[in-house]
């Protein structure tokens, strides 16, 4: 559902990693970036939004917004992650947890990545 409504509002390389066998932390991440801190910060309002109308979700705690250069929104068992493309390179998050099956959305719908 967070990995739609980042899709929807063209956040870049939109991906789901599969926690759950990995981690007690969380179940999975969304993780996905845009190309500004405006954009982040639209990307984020924008998922918000979406979880709060379509299942009545909100976040739990919201980190970096003002910023807007790595956003994170956790909601508990999700942790959505929405960076500035610098600080998801630089971060990595796909290289650091490497053994999660990774799903890419693709117009709004995850399918495996490979």
């Given at each position: 559902m967070a990995?739609?409504?980042?899709?929807?509002?063209?956040?870049?390389?939109?991906?789901?990693?599969?926690?759950?066998?990995?981690?007690?932390?969380s179940d999975?991440?969304?993780v996905c970036s845009g190309n500004t801190p405006v954009q982040v910060r639209a990307i984020a309002?924008?998922?918000?939004d979406y979880m709060r109308q379509e299942a009545d979700?909100?976040?739990?705690?919201?980190?970096?917004?003002?910023?807007?250069?790595?956003?994170?929104?956790?909601?508990g068992d999700v942790i959505v992650h929405v960076f500035h493309e610098e600080e998801r390179d630089y971060y990595g998050l796909e290289r650091l947890w490497g053994d999660a099956e990774v799903l890419e959305v693709d117009a709004g719908e995850p399918v495996p990545y490979n």
């Open positions: 990995g739609t409504a980042a899709a929807q509002r063209k956040a870049r390389k939109v991906v789901i990693l599969d926690l759950r066998a990995l981690s007690a932390v999975y991440f969304v309002d924008h998922i918000m979700l909100r976040p739990l705690r919201v980190e970096g917004y003002n910023e807007g250069r790595w956003v994170l929104l956790d909601y």
